[in-house]
């Protein structure tokens, strides 16, 4: 069990729709009452663990009690998942995720496929996980897994490179951070998972990066 989350977000407009930032790498849509999320790569630990890589066994756990706490601090009814939720082949991860699923009677999970989620139709059923295989629209909204080029005529939200910034201090210091990245017409989401690296290389033209602590949250 992980210590109650500082949950912290801040209010944006993305077209016409209110979504929130948030410091624990998700965003909520009030109004769908949806949590929206990417990369959680469940299976990722036991594939490196079954191939002989010492990661801790709790690096799953951790990830879903702190998305447990999240649905019942928003009240979630629904997640929308921009690609990633798998990582590789079924593996004990994911027995934990299905057994971590049944303390929700009547939530939804949507999942626009990403490049790490080759799980078969069979699997994703049994899951109760409706699938997109390459995009999700609601209202003015576009959910894709991988940025695509900015249009004026919806909002794009994605993941994927899993944003990062770094903060330069006094006396040389650095510190990088995960970051959700905002354009006009673009938002691009940090990895959900906390066993993820961040991409500090890559950023959107003119965007405005939402970085964050467990403390707060800072516009770049």
Not at 20 to 32: A, F
């Amino acid at each position: 069990m992980i210590k109650p989350l500082v949950i912290i977000s801040k209010k944006i407009l993305c077209k016409d729709e209110v979504l929130e930032v948030t410091n624990q790498r998700v965003l909520y849509w009030e109004s769908q009452k949806s949590l929206i999320l990417s990369d959680l790569h469940i299976g990722k630990s036991a594939h490196f663990q079954k191939s002989g890589i010492p990661i801790p066994k709790n690096v799953l756990t951790t990830d879903l009690e702190r998305l447990k706490q999240l649905i019942n601090h928003f009240k979630a009814e629904n997640l929308i998942i921009v690609g990633d939720l798998f990582h590789a082949e079924y593996n004990a991860d994911l027995d934990e995720f299905k057994e971590w699923l049944l303390q929700f009677e009547n939530l939804q999970l949507q999942l626009i496929k990403g490049n790490h989620d080759r799980l078969s139709n069979k699997i994703y059923e049994q899951f109760n996980i409706e699938v997109f295989k390459t995009e999700l629209n609601i209202n003015t909204l576009k959910f894709v897994h991988d940025s695509v080029e900015e249009r004026s005529d919806f909002f794009t939200i994605s993941g994927h490179i899993h944003p990062g910034v770094f903060i330069k201090g006094k006396g040389k210091q650095r510190i990088k951070l995960p970051c959700f990245q905002v354009t006009e017409n673009q938002l691009i989401l940090p990895a959900f998972s906390l066993f993820t690296g961040l991409n500090t290389r890559q950023s959107l033209r003119k965007c405005k990066n939402y970085c964050f602590t467990n403390d707060g949250i800072f516009e770049l």
